[in-house]
């Protein structure tokens, strides 16, 4: 089953403790990326990737790092997780837009609620 | 930079009839795709459906469809025969692809609240 998986799902941690949150896609996928989604702003890009090795930030970078070390595996990484940091994490997917599959569909994991107190 | 407006944070409809939900989008570009999804209290984001700017056709999925307007920058999605199951936070989204790894530009969402 084609998917992207995510974990924790949920997790309540403390200031200052850091933390990964792990994502894979067994879809082959070259691009990767990770969105937070907060009330009344939608989902916001925080990093992507387009290949491995190659990350870039997106709108909301500040607190976050990422690695792509193999294709199939895009963690996020807070340092140093702070309150304004809670929030509901998504990983998503997708073939590269020059390839004779691409739809424009991203494919979303299943989210990450995170709590730092 | 893109910015994608939703202009109603909640809408109710009765079971069986038809709801439409507003979206306005600003771009300078003039390929891209629109998108509309579905976030029920599972969170799971689920596409509902996709519209290419390039195509003139407006998009439809069984009781789905949408109305595009390039010219006015306007992506509406229609929700015909509304079921309990269609409960939940609407987003509608906008992608340059191949733009900061084909990033999806999302507006604040509508909160969808089908009543038996």
């Known amino acids: 089953e084609a998917q992207v998986t995510q974990n924790p799902r949920y997790l309540i941690t403390v200031t200052g403790k850091k933390l990964t949150v792990t994502c894979s896609q067994n879809?082959?996928?070259?691009?990767m990326s990770w969105y937070r989604q907060d009330p009344g702003l939608g989902l916001r890009q925080i990093y992507y990737?387009?290949?491995?090795?190659?990350?870039d930030k997106g709108d909301v970078p500040e607190g976050y790092k990422v690695s792509r070390k193999e294709k199939r595996n895009f963690p996020l990484i807070l340092e140093s997780p702070s309150p304004n940091q809670t929030s509901l994490y998504f990983c998503a997917s997708s073939h590269k837009w020059t390839s004779g599959t691409f739809t424009g569909e991203l494919f979303f994991g299943e989210g990450s609620r995170l709590t730092v107190l | 930079a893109q910015t994608v407006t939703q202009s109603q944070p909640e809408m109710s409809v009765q079971e069986a009839e038809t709801v439409t939900l507003s979206c306005t989008y600003d771009?300078?570009?003039?390929?891209?795709?629109l998108f509309w999804y579905k976030q029920p209290p599972s969170r799971q984001m689920i596409l509902v459906i996709r519209?290419?700017?390039?195509?003139?056709q407006n998009a439809t999925e069984n009781r789905f469809s949408v109305n595009f307007q390039k010219a006015a920058k306007s992506f509406s999605l229609k929700i015909s025969d509304s079921q309990l199951g269609d409960t939940a936070m609407y987003f509608c989204a906008f992608m340059k692809p191949s733009n900061a790894g084909n990033m999806l530009t999302f507006g604040g969402g509508t909160r969808l609240m089908v009543k038996p």
């Open positions: 990737s387009m290949n491995v090795e190659v990350t």
């Open positions: 879809m082959n996928h070259e691009y």
């Open positions: 771009t300078s570009e003039s390929n891209y795709y």
């Open positions: 519209q290419e700017a390039y195509k003139q």
